[in-house]
């Protein structure tokens, strides 16, 4: 486990995950508000926990089974369900919710669907089965406290009437997908602006700690031997080796009353955490060793610090195995 404050991996000792935890049937298929989410590909059931965080005490510790996904086990005959999920979402931490009334969901993305599953007993799983529209195939899944809604951010042009998404029944959160402006680049070189041109963009949305929504484009650079290449042109390769990896990310601040963006480089004492898990921000002041305006990711099995200010990225570590690259948010 990488510690960022620390910038070092550590190994955490003495811990015992239950075996449906553990199995080699279960895999991960993405984390939210500091909870890990696996799913068994046999008896397709899911099962959240807090055992991997280091900040929960053991007093605290628990795993929450939910039911199998029996209404889809054969939907995807080619791949098991838990390899073409795009990400979890928690529509709140499951240990504040014990000390409310309110009642926690569980979103799973995967390709053209989403589920949605409560966290009380007795639930069942409510699918939206292949109900969204291609532009969301890959896009992964975000809550937002603030606007209490559960966002999809679509990786491909959306035109009028193709970007309908689907709403589940009225006991989940409502279901929306991020409208965005066209995005207009900083001014850079002709040169650096023909290789973003060439790289493979993904977007994401990340919440603040006070619910403000950023806008996250990584770009993603192909390279054949060495030398950049558009990515449309990786699978026309039949020679060379060919790289993919992080060219940059641009960062644009959310003005959603008001419908725009902004392009930033200056986040303040904030920083972000991408990965293959819900992405999530914190404030650097509370986490001493923390570097502020800047982006923590994992690209080719390292971790690395990306500095908004400089647009340049730093290696921090180079585990001996990243297995699934996610980050914990810390907060509880």
């Known amino acids: 486990m990488m510690v960022p404050v620390k910038k070092e991996t550590v190994k955490i000792r003495n811990q015992t995950i239950p075996e449906k935890m553990c199995t080699t049937s279960s895999s991960y298929i993405g984390s939210s508000r500091g909870w890990v989410a696996r799913m068994n590909r046999e008896d397709m059931t899911v099962h959240l926990t807090n055992l991997f965080n280091p900040t929960v005490p053991k007093s605290s510790q628990r795993v929450i089974s939910l039911p199998p996904f029996d209404l889809i086990r054969s939907d995807s005959p080619l791949k098991p369900l838990c390899q073409i999920v795009n990400g979890v979402s928690l529509s ?8 409310s009334d309110s009642v926690v969901t569980l979103a799973v993305k995967w390709k053209d669907s989403i589920s949605f599953c409560s966290l009380s007993n007795g639930s069942k799983w409510t699918h939206l089965q292949h109900s969204l529209p291609n532009q969301f195939y890959a896009s992964g899944v975000l809550f937002s406290h603030k606007y209490s809604i559960f966002y999809i951010t679509p990786n491909t042009p959306t035109f009028p009437g193709s970007d309908q998404v689907p709403d589940p029944c009225p006991k989940f959160p409502q279901l929306a997908h991020y409208k965005r402006l066209p995005l207009f680049l900083p001014v850079i070189s002709t040169t650096e602006f023909q290789l973003l041109k060439w790289c493979l963009p993904i977007k994401n949305l990340v919440q603040s700690p006070s619910g403000d929504l950023l806008l996250i484009y990584w ?12 990515f449309w042109e990786k699978n026309e390769k039949k020679d060379g080796r060919i790289v993919v990896k992080t060219k940059r990310f641009i960062v644009l601040k959310v003005d959603a009353d ?3 963006e902004s392009y930033t480089e200056d986040i303040g004492n904030l920083c972000i955490f991408f990965g293959q898990n819900e992405l999530f921000c914190v404030n650097a002041t509370n986490y001493p060793g923390l ?3 800047s982006i923590y990711f994992i690209d080719t099995g390292r971790l690395y610090l990306f500095d908004l200010g400089t647009q340049t ?10 297995t699934a690259a996610y980050w914990l948010d810390p907060r509880l």
């Open 92 to 99: 709140s931490c499951p240990d504040r919710s014990q000390d």
């Open 219 to 230: 770009f993603l650079q192909v390279t054949c031997d060495g030398n950049p290449i558009p």
């Open 258 to 260: 008001n419908g725009c």
């Open 291 to 293: 570097e502020p305006n």
């Open 313 to 322: 990225y730093t290696e921090l570590a180079k585990p001996h195995s990243v």
